[in-house]
Structure formats: structure tokens, C-alpha cells
């Protein structure tokens, strides 16, 4: 099923793998519930999907009916509907009808419109962009505060910082390695799947990792974090939100929101999250040692200021 503007329907948005299911958020908050709905679409199963269809057409409705009103209404068991909270990341029914209202009273555009072959200049300006800032809206709404204050202790407990991503995560990697320098981290980047598994191996409770990864599943960096966690390493791992194997291996995650369509794919959609996230996570780490942070910058700048005329 396909979403636009007009039609609430989820579409299938194809998480690629499956592992570990999402973590409910420490302070026991869900949002973009709507959105994860659409996420995890495709991995839910017939029942699972037919409650889901029905919140996302539903969701003033939902709001005011029990758990037991929508198994009648679906078709289904009370303990599928919580199974399916609690694959969104709540505990249970009640936070998915919290984060509905609050949704409703705040409406999420569901405007990521795929592309036609028929689109002028003009209709594919308004689609990209339009996509791009809900991208960013359902990011935020999806990234726990709580979780990114534990990653900026580990990072700032470790002795060494590794960052692993491949393809089209080599390039958030290396962005996340130039920045961490900035601000005076010892911080290396791998993108060579060969040596990601070599230098991974080698690590030691000193170092913390940190791995990019939209799916979650992509063999090589799934690989380097779990023998970086076997060697002892503290691993913070950068994801699209869902269901994905490398969250067994991660200490902490870090969720995007980016859905893909048949002409935007992951390698488009993902990265303005990512580096969204990687921009907080800088911040909150040169914030984390201020002044160590601005006199870093500033030697830093003057260096790079020699390179231009």
C-alpha cells in the first residue's frame, strides 16, 4: 500500500532485516507513532497489520476505545495489539493512545510522495523538499534524549573513538571523524570492511565505537560491531528506526526516521537524518567539555584558515 498527502494507508516501507525489537524509550514516551507504523509495515504479519491498518485509519477513534474495543473492531486478540505496541516501543496500549493525541493535536504531514515519470522540475522541487523536512521532523520526534546523553558519556569515557560505516554510510563516517577532530577527540574512521574487522578485533574496553548503518543489516559493519562488543568496546550504533541485527550489538542506539520510495532511496533519504544526528551529537559533546571544545575550534580554525587565500 502506498501513502501520499490524500491517504493515511501505509505503504510498504521494507525494513530489510530482522534482530532485536525496538527499545522502549527510558522515560517511557513514544511518538511518531504513525510513522514507525509505516516503518515496520512490511515486517508485522497479517494481524499485525490489520490492527495497524486501523490505527493509522482511525487514530481520533483509537484514542478513546479500549484495548479490548479494538480487538473487537480488528478481528484480533488483546495480547497481539500489545504485542504490536510493543513492537512500535511502547509498553502497552495506553502509551500508543498518549502519543496518538498528541499527534493529532500536532498532525504529522504524510507527504512522502514518491516520484512519477510524468513530474516537472517544479513538482520534484516541492516532492524532495517536502520529504526532506518531514524526514527531519519524524527524526527528531524519534530520537530519545536520553539515549544521546549516554553516548556522549561513552565517547567522552573512551580513550580512543572508532567510526565504522560502508557505502553510503562511509561518507556520515567520515563527516562524524573530521568533526570529533574539531573538537580535540581521538577519533579514527574505517570505511574498508577488511579493516573494520581487523581494527574492531582489536579493540579494548577503552575504545567506544561508533557505527552508521540506515539498515541496520548490512553484513560488514554488523560484523565489526559485534566483534568491537566482544573485544569489550562500548558500541553506539546510528540506525533507521525497526527492527535490525545490529541493535543486538549496540549499547546504545540512535534511531532515524527516513522512508524510502522507489526513486529515493536509502542512500538519499537517510543521510540528511544521519548527519541531523550526527550535528547533536557534536554539539552535546563539545558542550559536554565546553572550554577544552572552543580552545580546540579555535587552534583548529586558525590551522585550516593557512589553506585559504
Not at 107 to 129: C, G, M, S, T, Y
Not at 145 to 169: C, D, P, Q, T
Not at 195 to 205: E, F, K, M
Request: with cysteine; glycine share 6%; hydrophobic share 40%.
Amino acid at each position: 500500500m502506498k501513502r501520499n498527502s490524500s491517504n493515511s494507508t501505509p505503504r510498504s516501507a521494507s525494513p530489510k532485516a530482522t534482530g532485536m525489537p525496538p527499545p522502549v524509550l527510558p522515560d517511557g514516551q513514544v511518538s511518531a507513532v504513525l510513522a514507525r507504523i509505516e516503518t515496520l509495515w512490511s515486517s508485522l504479519g497479517p494481524v499485525g497489520q490489520r490492527i495497524a491498518d486501523f490505527i493509522v485509519k482511525n487514530p481520533r477513534e483509537v484514542v478513546h476505545m479500549s484495548v479490548s474495543e479494538v480487538a473487537e473492531r480488528t478481528g484480533s486478540s488483546e495480547g497481539s495489539i500489545v504485542g504490536l505496541c510493543k513492537n512500535l516501543g511502547a509498553t502497552g496500549f495506553q502509551q500508543i493512545k498518549i502519543a496518538l493525541a498528541q499527534e493529532i493535536v500536532q498532525p504529522v504531514q504524510f507527504i512522502h510522495e514518491d516520484l512519477d515519470p510524468q513530474d516537472k522540475a517544479e513538482a520534484v522541487i516541492r516532492k524532495i523538499f517536502q520529504s526532506n523536512v518531514q524526514t527531519l521532523r519524524d527524526t527528531q520526534a524519534t530520537l530519545d534524549a536520553k539515549a544521546m546523553e549516554r553516548a556522549v558519556k561513552l565517547f567522552r569515557a573512551a580513550g580512543r573513538i572508532e567510526i565504522y560505516g560502508i557505502g553510503s554510510s562511509a561518507t556520515i563516517a567520515e563527516d562524524a571523524h573530521y568533526r570529533m577532530l574539531r573538537i580535540g577527540l581521538n577519533a579514527k574512521v574505517v570505511v574498508d570492511s577488511h579493516v573494520q574487522a581487523i581494527s574492531a578485533s582489536l579493540t579494548d574496553p577503552k575504545v567506544a565505537v561508533l557505527t552508521i548503518s540506515h539498515s541496520g543489516s548490512t553484513h560488514e559493519t554488523v560484523l565489526a560491531t559485534r566483534l568491537a562488543k566482544e573485544a569489550g568496546a562500548s558500541t553506539v550504533c546510528i540506525t533507521n528506526f525497526g527492527k535490525s541485527p545490529i541493535q543486538s550489538f549496540a549499547d546504545v542506539v540512535l534511531f532515524t526516521m527516513a522512508r524510502e520510495t522507489s526513486f529515493r532511496t536509502e542512500a538519499m533519504t537517510s543521510r540528511l537524518a544521519q548527519l541531523a544526528i550526527i550535528d547533536v551529537l557534536i554539539a552535546c559533546l563539545a558542550l559536554s567539555d565546553y572550554d577544552t571544545s572552543v580552545r580546540t575550534l579555535r587552534q583548529t580554525f586558525d590551522v585550516l584558515s593557512l589553506k585559504r587565500y
